[in-house]
């Protein structure tokens, strides 16, 4: 199936809820986060599956979600959490993959306390640190094109013109 769908892959607060509004506004295209999917589904916050079901049960709603996707969707932009591609190595077969590349001390200064505490796997920052770096590799590896998330109008125009030589 030729979904023509674009899979914003990055860490977290790397900007891919915010570059997917956007760009689907300007694309005049669906956007579709998948943390909100499953807190949807669930009814209720991704921080709370982690803490109640802990991280295998969340990583296994997201498997269902992707199959979902991958089945469900065309032309879409979607924005998927940043361990996403770490547990579903497949992902390009929901479409094409950006990865918004941004350094790790970009995105603490981009985050608020109040949004690293929503974060469970951004408790301590060292561990956080840590995992950037071994995301960052599997990110680069999967990605069909990497973009360099320092300016947001920037970003959104090098994705245009890369999707517009993809449809």
Do not use: H
């Amino acid at each position: 199936m030729n979904s023509n769908n674009l899979i914003l892959t990055g860490f977290m607060g790397s900007g891919k809820s915010t570059v997917g509004r956007l760009l689907a506004k300007e694309l005049n295209t669906y956007f579709l986060d998948t943390d909100v999917l499953i807190e949807s589904f669930e009814n209720r916050k991704i921080s709370d599956i982690f803490q109640s079901d802990g991280e295998e049960a969340f990583r296994n709603m997201e498997k269902k979600c992707f199959e979902w996707i991958k089945n469900s969707v065309k032309n879409t932009i979607i924005s998927v959490g940043g361990g996403f591609p770490v547990f579903i190595p497949e992902i390009k077969e929901a479409g094409k993959v950006v990865y918004l590349k941004v350094d790790f001390e970009n995105i603490l200064k981009r985050m608020t306390e109040e949004e690293r505490t929503k974060r469970p796997l951004f408790q301590d920052l060292d561990k956080a640190k840590e995992l950037f770096d071994k995301r960052d590799k599997i990110y680069s590896r999967l990605a069909d094109i990497v973009i360099y998330n320092n300016s947001l109008e920037n970003t959104l125009q090098k994705i245009k013109d890369y999707y517009a030589g993809i449809k």
